[in-house]
């Protein structure tokens, strides 16, 4: 089993800047990639970004060159660092942890993003 607890949403005006950061415990070991998913009012849940063992890294195309995602293996964390935000950008942010069981989601964290 593995455990996730996001952290960092808000509120922010369109232009600004946010972080979201997702702890990872348990079964630490069994994970292959990480990433982030986001799910607006009345839209299916769509992948953000992903970051795998390799560190390589895949962005939708709506966020690239905005959304950063990156890990630091010694605290077991994913970062999504979110720039130039924009209101479609609105949504619950879910992180997600691709292990051999299975998929595993955080709670999620609301961002909301004003215009």
């Known amino acids: 089993q593995v455990q996730l607890v996001e952290s960092g949403g808000g509120l922010v005006q369109a232009g600004g800047s946010l972080r979201l950061s997702c702890a990872a415990s348990?079964?630490?070991?069994?994970?292959?990639?990480m990433g982030w998913y986001r799910q607006a009012p009345g839209k299916q849940r769509e992948s953000v970004a992903m970051?795998?063992?390799?560190?390589?890294?895949d962005y939708a195309d709506s966020v690239k060159g905005r959304f950063t995602i990156s890990r630091d293996n010694a605290k077991n964390t994913v970062y999504l660092q979110m720039d130039s935000l924009k209101p479609e950008d609105t949504a619950v942010y879910y992180c997600?942890?691709?292990?051999?069981?299975?998929?595993?989601w955080g709670q999620g964290t609301q961002v909301t993003v004003s215009s």
């Open positions: 348990g079964s630490i070991f069994s994970i292959n990639a």
């Open positions: 970051i795998n063992r390799s560190s390589r890294t």
């Open positions: 997600a942890a691709l292990a051999v069981a299975g998929i595993f």
